[in-house]
């Protein structure tokens, strides 16, 4: 089940990242993006507390502090090369998060130094290369290398959201959280950045950055709060697939056959991850 939940979050991410691009390609400033990821997240999740009378206080703070700052920190770098990137290459560097978490498994929790299941990452992670190899130019290097730093913070804040499932925060607690200071650090952006001058198709695809996102971040929560980390690092990488997919279609991104075979290596990856980790929970006969 907890598989499920990280795919749903990787077609959601790969759609908000979709309409990340577009907003920007219709004149959306940075920070109003970053605004109306956060924002629409906010207003439910409050009026959906009240109506539950649920609190609002996290079980515990520090968590947050350092899954915020650098999850905050991964999602502007991330956005931006998005918007100055192709969607794949983009997404490709961002969502290099799971070899971060197979390293850092490898060298802080010996229990888990399951061969099969870092195959299957380090493998996922190639099929990633085959199917988005990016071409770079001189101008591409910098978002490209911000892109690659937003993989690594990206890779710690989804580790803490492991560390607050295991003390029991609630998901959607999490999510509004990250969801203030989203729109916090959006508000210290648009003083320094003038609102973006979008058409509907702007304006409609900052709210559905908004909704795609707000649906993601509680799957993803889901699974990384619950799941194994290993089968949830080699999930995460079919959001490239659905990425590569919406490429494809609404920006004529091409694959050729190289790419092909790395989503045949990605996808292989991933069931190969889920057979290990559901073997390995099975209780023995």
């Known amino acids: 089940m907890q598989a499920l ?8 991410f790969a759609a908000m990242g ?7 390609e219709h004149h959306a400033s940075m ?5 109306f990821r956060g924002l629409p997240s906010i207003v439910m ?10 609190t609002l206080t996290p079980v515990a703070w520090r968590p947050h502090l350092i899954r915020n700052a650098t999850g905050v920190t991964s999602m502007w770098l991330g956005f931006y090369a998005i918007a100055n990137l192709p969607l794949a290459t983009a997404t490709s560097l961002t969502y290099t ?15 888990h130094r399951d061969p099969v299941c870092i195959a299957s990452v380090v493998f996922g992670f190639l099929g990633v290369l085959a199917v988005l190899r990016p071409e770079l130019s001189t101008q591409q290097l910098l978002p490209a290398g911000l892109g690659l730093l937003a993989g690594g913070l990206s890779a710690i804040a989804m580790m803490q959201l492991r560390s607050l499932g295991r003390m029991g925060e609630a998901e959607w607690r999490t999510v509004l959280i990250f969801s203030a200071i989203v729109v916090a650090s959006s508000l210290v952006g648009l003083l320094m950045v003038p609102w973006g001058a979008s058409d509907w198709v702007g304006w409609s695809s900052l709210l559905a950055i908004g909704a795609s996102g707000l ?42 056959a190289i790419a092909v075979a790395g989503i045949v290596c990605v996808i292989s990856a991933g069931l190969l991850s889920m057979w290990r980790t559901m073997r390995s929970a099975a209780p023995a006969r």
């Open 18 to 24: 979709s309409f990340v691009k577009l907003a920007a």
């Open 31 to 35: 920070p109003q993006i970053v605004l």
């Open 5 to 12: 939940w990280t795919l749903l979050a990787s077609a959601m």
């Open 215 to 256: 649906v993601g971040q509680l799957a993803m929560t889901r699974a990384f709060g619950q799941g194994s980390a290993l089968l949830n690092a080699a999930l995460q990488y079919t959001t490239i697939i659905f990425a590569a997919l919406i490429g494809l279609g609404f920006w004529n991104e091409s694959l050729d």
């Open 45 to 54: 999740l409050v009026l959906w507390a009240h109506t539950r009378k649920l």
């Open 97 to 111: 998060a799971p070899l971060f978490i197979a390293g850092w498994i490898l060298t802080r929790a010996s229990a």
